[in-house]
């Protein structure tokens, strides 16, 4: 077993952990934040992506070792006094989601982006959400909301 000490959405976490447990079952299986989604387990689909230390990581191809002494956030870390965060509002209001699935990676991958500030047109929309597969909604939808989202940050 290893002791670290991780900050998950604000909240320091000292626990002993087993050298090979994944950050991904770490999040859902330790700390019960099952809105980090496993999907492919080999890091091809998105659906685990968190930020760590802010930056867009596959949590299914870390080690929860990894991220001792550093900051996780979570898709639950979004929502704000019950408030949806301004990109799950966009995705939900131009209909960017259908099994929902992959939505809490789509969201992470991008919400790092948005906070910065970081305009984003269409074709830069489409890159940011590359490396994530949605199955149910062909993207259109997804890339129109990340543009709306962009918009109403950047006002």
Request: with cysteine; net charge negative; charged share 20%.
């Amino acid at each position: 077993m290893s002791a670290i000490s991780v900050t998950v959405n604000g909240v320091v976490h000292e626990l002993d952990v087993s050298p090979r447990l994944l950050l991904a079952d770490l999040l859902r299986d330790r700390l019960g934040l099952t809105g980090t989604k496993i999907g492919c387990a080999m890091g091809a689909c998105g659906a685990c992506t968190v930020l760590l230390d802010g930056e867009p990581v596959r949590s299914c191809l870390l080690f929860a070792v990894q991220a001792s002494g550093r900051r996780v956030r979570t898709v639950e870390d979004l929502a704000s006094d019950g408030e949806l965060h301004p990109l799950a509002r966009a995705l939900h209001e131009h209909h960017g989601l259908q099994c929902g699935y992959c939505t809490p990676g789509m969201l992470m991958a991008l919400v790092s982006l948005l906070e910065a500030g970081k305009p984003l047109d269409p074709k830069a929309a489409r890159e940011a959400v590359a490396g994530n597969l949605c199955r149910c909604t062909g993207y259109e939808g997804i890339v129109d909301a990340v543009v709306e989202a962009s918009r109403v940050a950047g006002e």
